[in-house]
């Protein structure tokens, strides 16, 4: 899986998961993913600094809009995959920092690319108490062949979070898996710590240190 669908995947997330405080009524999954989008995408298609690239405001409309309705550390811990349970206490909250703010860097500047995409839902498969779903979408743009995307959703105390997205059929916390484990059995879990906030450095400063 390339780069370029996942960072159409977390730009679509952040779409689709972005906006105000949703009515307490909406409660299901796809009925939240469905109440955000319209407002979302006009907020978007309208705001020309977003569009134009500037990071600093992109970067804050993902941290407060976007992350909370992700829970990075459990995205964290299946990126990790059984190295986790060998990772003290301070080494998981490291590792989720870094994760997290990797994912952020990486594809917030895809929240610049949304012009006119169309997102068709498919019928939600889940039954009355189920505390895991997957939300599926296709998402089609003219001249690109329709991306299917699916999100996948864990009610917590504080509402549904993301803890997976899925492009095409392939997990986005699973293309990390087999880096992550490789990195760990080469310089264990402070070298792939090390190794990810250098690349969040990187990212930062490519960014223009925002």
């Not at 899986?1 to 997330?13: D, V």
């Not at 979302?40 to 690239?53: E, F």
């Not at 190295?83 to 590792?95: F, G, I, K, Y």
């Not at 994912?103 to 505390?131: E, F």
Request: aromatic fraction near 6%; include cysteine; proline fraction near 4%.
């Amino acid at each position: 899986m390339t780069k370029n669908l996942f960072a159409c995947c977390l730009m679509l997330a952040s779409v689709l998961f972005t906006g105000p405080a949703i009515a307490e009524d909406v409660t299901a999954p796809d009925a939240l993913v469905r109440h955000v989008t319209d407002e979302v995408t006009a907020i978007v298609r309208n705001d020309k600094a977003i569009q134009s690239g500037d990071a600093s405001k992109v970067l804050a409309l993902v941290d407060e809009k976007v992350l909370p309705h992700f829970d990075f550390r459990r995205m964290t811990m299946l990126a990790v995959g059984k190295d986790w349970r060998s990772a003290t206490p301070e080494q998981q909250t490291r590792l989720t920092t870094a994760f997290r703010t990797l994912l952020v860097r990486t594809y917030s500047n895809a929240l610049t690319q949304y012009r006119d995409q169309i997102i068709d839902y498919k019928p939600l498969r889940a039954s009355p108490g189920d505390q895991q779903v997957k939300v599926s979408t296709e998402v089609r743009q003219a001249g690109a062949q329709p991306i299917n995307i699916d999100y996948v959703l864990e009610q917590s105390p504080d509402g549904w979070k993301v803890f997976d997205v899925l492009v095409a059929g392939v997990s986005l916390v699973t293309n990390y898996r087999g880096n992550f484990g490789d990195q760990i059995r080469v310089k264990g879990i402070d070298g792939l710590i090390a190794s990810l906030e250098d690349k969040n450095k990187s990212l930062e400063a490519e960014q223009g240190g925002k």
